[in-house]
Antibody
């Protein structure tokens, strides 16, 4: 079965760039699915960051769009997140997730999630 | 942008009791609504999609209902492992964005 695994630095300095990668195993990133990044500040709710298709097409949350870049590397079966100009407000657990597509009917829902990785923004 | 609100914020119940959680959308989302369960230190788990369809492996005690702007997640008889936070989620077409509700925490009374 498809599994997702996030990786990247757990500490980023203010004004720096947060960079994370999500490795896809047990399936192909070139399947008919979109792949998303979602974050959760400590003790708070979930915020969708953006998504990518294997073709490279992307959609971003307008609230973060100016600072976010999501890319895909089909040769490595993975996709990545870059978030620039980070502040303490970007401290969160970052999840990668798969949009289940037709497996979840007409609702665009996330059927597979990575375990999440905590990123702290601090000097 | 469609906003999701959830009520109550916290629901205190005992094992074996029935839990009824509400999610309201600021405008109609038809039946395009999902529910997730999240336990401490874990990623969310998809429970319900299309408002009323259980995801793979989800026990029958979980059920969803509703359409338009008002939705309900019901847990017919709470098991110890059901004490968690529950989120609703939808996707709007314009702007193209996923949104989550703020969550309902079901804790042990």
């Amino acid at each position: 079965q498809v599994q997702l695994q996030e990786s990247g630095p757990g500490l980023v300095k203010p004004s720096g760039t947060l960079s994370l990668t999500c490795a896809v195993s047990g399936g192909s990133i070139s399947s008919s699915n979109w792949w998303s990044w979602i974050r959760q500040p400590p003790g708070k709710g979930l915020e969708w960051i953006g998504e990518i298709y294997h073709s490279g097409s992307t959609n971003y949350n307008p609230s973060l769009k100016s600072r976010v870049t999501i890319s895909v590397d089909k040769s490595k079966n993975q996709f990545s997140l870059k978030l620039s100009s980070v502040t303490a407000a970007d401290t969160a657990v970052y999840y990668c997730a798969r949009n289940g597509g037709r497996l979840v009917g007409a609702t665009q829902a996330f059927d597979i999630w990575g375990q999440g990785t905590m990123v702290t923004v601090s000097s | 942008e469609i906003v999701l609100t959830q009520s109550p914020a916290t629901l205190s119940l005992s094992p074996g009791e029935r839990a009824t959680l509400s999610c309201r959308a600021s405008q109609s989302v038809s039946s395009y609504l999902a529910w997730y369960q999240q336990k401490p230190g874990q990623a969310p788990r998809l429970l319900i999609y299309d408002a009323s369809n259980r995801a793979t492996g989800i026990p029958a005690r979980f059920s969803g209902s509703g359409s338009g702007t008002d939705f309900t997640l019901t847990i017919s008889s709470l098991e110890p492992e059901d004490f968690a936070v529950y989120y609703c989620q939808q996707r709007s077409n314009w702007p193209s964005i996923f949104t989550f509700g703020p969550g309902t925490k079901v804790d042990i009374k």
